[in-house]
């Protein structure tokens, strides 16, 4: 009996360390052809086991061991940021986005929730070691018991390897050597990027200028930021009639609408970094520099709105804490959750429904002001796990929100958008998106006006459950406005007509959207 529970041990351990070696660090890359290779460092790390000395063999196969279990959590968080953010886990510039990670899982199925996925993360990284660890000191010990035989395999298995290669049909894996490289190669980029990025703040051509912004005297200018509205939300049909009917809407008001893309710095995720890579000009894809950014006297929308003499004003539903930051920004006040009057159910992630976001902007901050508004108002209705969704409501029902809680809401946590069916989770989001786009566009038909330039755009695209891999960070962005005047210079973009921007519209970073928009609507420089 012994002796089989042995056995078992040992072929469970080298199962163990083979499927950590082979395993692709992307879930659409998991395929049984993905498995059947022989993985070179596992024929490396054999052979060293072998022919050291006892007394070098064990304390070496500890450190291997705890080494690949390291690994394995990388590739386990790779896998994660690959699904989630399109990107692998940057080992210097990624462990603040763990915070958020808890925090979304606290606000969307509760604090119980929350700490027990900690203590199961922790639990989780701790047994992988200790089980990497195990596995590796198991087959060493075989190994070493059985070196002569160990040796002849693994030259054999070189020969294989090299005699059986075949362009196109790999035979061997170097997937774990890779990955290491490409994880120092981001490891020695991020503890640059810090210097990258204050080169990159210091060229500023807006700083002290004056005359900003002089071709919207007069004029209410909003940007919304619509979640997860990404270019893939344009291929599902919900989201591309309600955007075809929600243009013929505006077109019957007088309203004109030009759009095209911006690429996001993020993806499936880190909305903040969007919105901040919008507003300063500055390409922000990670917290580090989002953090020296805000540290920063950076000249924002916002702030370059104020000095020239519009009350500014941030409407920011998904801020339910403390937000430092929004001094940065150099708003004439701020609306965060717990300021908009709302009282009525969550809808999974969402504090507040969108409708009820920018009714209240239009009562606490558009409607009370003589002179001009600028306004930023992240939107947050179609974040993940974009379900359950309101419907829209006449909009002198909306009071303090009591009108939702006939609605299904939140009352039971959201289901995660992961291991469930991908056609219902994009039918989800294809509702939540559309509801977002029909809040926007009901609200311009309701309060929209001659004065009022509307700029709405999205943050980033969804997580790949809806996208499917090798999406573009690509996301919509749309100016809507009567004013011949100011669709005249919008115009010298190039973008296209309608709130639909087509396959072939323009493209530029979302960095570049500042500098783009403070040009068009200020005199040149002298």
Same mark, same amino acid.
């Given at each position: ?148 035989v160990v040796v002849r395999v693994v030259a054999l298995a070189v020969v294989g390897c090299v005699s ?90 007088? @309203?004109? $609408?030009?759009?095209?893309?911006? &690429?996001? %710095?993020?993806? +499936? ?5 969007? =919105?901040? /890579? *919008? ?55 701020? @609306?965060? $959750?717990?300021?908009?009057?709302? &009282?009525? %159910?969550?809808? +999974? ?5 969108? =409708?009820? /976001? *920018? ?168």
């Amino acid at each position: 009996m012994r002796t089989v529970l042995r056995r078992t041990a040992t072929v469970l351990a080298g199962l163990f360390v083979l499927f950590v070696l082979i395993a692709p660090s992307d879930l659409e890359r998991f395929t049984v052809e993905a498995f059947l290779r022989v993985p070179l460092e596992g024929l490396v790390g054999v052979l060293l086991l072998v022919l050291l000395p006892d007394r070098f063999r064990r304390p070496a196969a500890l450190v291997l061991g705890v080494a690949l279990g390291l690994f394995t959590v990388v590739k386990v968080m790779d896998i994660g940021f690959d699904a989630v953010l399109y990107r692998p886990f940057d080992l210097v510039l990624d462990w603040p986005l763990l915070v958020p990670a808890v925090d979304f899982v606290d606000v969307t199925f509760g604090r119980f929730a929350s700490v027990l996925a900690v203590a199961l993360a922790v639990a989780l990284v701790a047994g992988i070691v200790v089980l990497a660890a195990m596995s590796v000191q198991r087959l060493g010990s075989v190994a070493a018991g059985r070196r002569p035989v160990v040796v002849r395999v693994v030259a054999l298995a070189v020969v294989g390897c090299v005699s059986l290669a075949v362009p196109g049909v790999p035979v061997y894996s170097d997937a774990a050597a890779t990955s290491v490289a490409d994880h120092a190669r981001r490891f020695q980029a991020g503890l640059r990027d810090q210097d990258v990025f204050a080169r990159e703040a210091a060229v500023d051509a807006f700083r002290g200028r004056q005359g900003l912004l002089s071709a919207l005297q007069g004029k209410d200018v909003v940007f919304t930021f619509v979640e997860s509205y990404g270019k893939s939300a344009l291929d599902l049909p919900d989201v591309a009639a309600k955007l075809a009917d929600g243009g013929a809407r505006l077109n019957a008001r007088g @309203y004109t $609408a030009k759009s095209a893309y911006l &690429t996001s %710095p993020t993806a +499936g995720g880190g909305s903040w970094m969007a =919105q901040a /890579t *919008l507003l300063s000009g500055l390409w922000i894809d990670n917290q580090q520099r989002y953090r020296n950014l805000v540290a920063s006297d950076r000249l924002t929308l916002p702030r370059a709105f104020r000095e020239a003499s519009w009350h500014s004003a941030g409407v920011v539903p998904g801020i339910t804490q403390a937000w430092p930051e929004g001094g940065f920004f150099h708003y004439d006040e701020v @609306y965060a $959750a717990q300021d908009l009057g709302y &009282t009525g %159910p969550r809808f +999974g992630y969402a504090t507040t429904p969108d =409708q009820f /976001t *920018l009714e209240s902007f239009q009562r606490n901050v558009r409607g009370k002001r003589q002179g001009p508004v600028m306004a930023a108002i992240p939107l947050v209705s179609s974040h993940a796990p974009w379900s359950p969704t309101p419907d829209l409501v006449d909009w002198d029902r909306l009071g303090d929100g009591a009108v939702y809680a006939g609605m299904p809401a939140s009352d039971d946590p959201p289901e995660s958008i992961f291991g469930r069916d991908p056609a219902a989770v994009r039918a989800d989001y294809a509702h939540s998106v559309s509801y977002s786009l029909e809040s926007v566009v009901s609200y311009l038909e309701r309060y929209g006006d001659d004065d009022l330039v509307f700029v709405f755009l999205g943050d980033h695209q969804p997580a790949q459950v809806v996208t499917g891999e090798g999406a573009s960070k690509d996301v919509p962005v749309t100016v809507v406005a009567r004013d011949p005047a100011v669709l005249e210079r919008v115009g010298e973009w190039g973008w296209d007509d309608g709130l639909r921007p087509g396959a072939t519209a323009p493209v530029s970073r979302m960095s570049d959207f500042r500098d783009q928009f403070l040009s068009t609507f200020s005199p040149p420089e002298a």
